[in-house]
């Protein structure tokens, strides 16, 4: 099974390239991880019920994390939410603790929707693993498509304006909460009308997932960017 350690930095890096925007944009913080060995069996004290993890092999087979990857990213997981689960307001409260300069749980909600695709209402380490495994290693498409569905709020397969400029509108209030509302409303329709630009899309239009696909796939900017992306969170791991 997992081993366990009190170590949540690692989580909290985690989240942070769940943060992206079209083209995508990773924040940093810094930090050491420890380096302690994980390798003790995964505590079954029976003080609390909590949701018991896949095993690690399992998990070493459908994501592209290494055991020591699993390990660590476990470790502070059950270091923060001990019974194994996560809901809303307790993942806000991370985000929050992030971005301590900016409202974040509009952006918070989003990301949490966005892993908790069967609409439980928690989130598990499994649906968190098995989502940051695409942002952090997969393939530019798995990346591509874990953005279309974060932008796709109402999960029509579609992403269109008023889509967009909830999620750009999100993303800025988490980043600066002292933003007046009519400046907000003005940098974040620039933004979008940058997007549709880019996207090719009419400005009352929308784009399909695999327009949206092709559209990127074919723009060296955003190309570039999942590349350092890409590299970026890998690297986080290794911190």
Sequence with gaps: MIGTASCTRPLHQALIPLAISVPPAALFISGKTGRAEMEEELDTQPAIERQTPPSIDYLIEITNFSKREIQQLYRSFKELWPIGTVDLEQFQLIYASIFPNGDSKGYAELVFKNIDQNRVGTVTFLDFITNYSKIAKGTLDERLDWIFTLYD????????????????????????????PAVLA????????????????????KVSKAEFLQRCRSDSDILASMELFGSFSSGLLNI
């Design 153 to 180: 709020t109402n999960r029509c397969g579609f992403l269109a304006y008023n889509e967009i400029f909830h999620v750009v509108k999100s993303m800025y209030q988490m980043m600066d909460s002292s933003l007046k």
């Design 186 to 205: 003005t940098i974040c329709r620039q933004h979008v009308k940058i997007v549709f630009k880019n996207l090719n899309i009419a400005n009352n239009g």
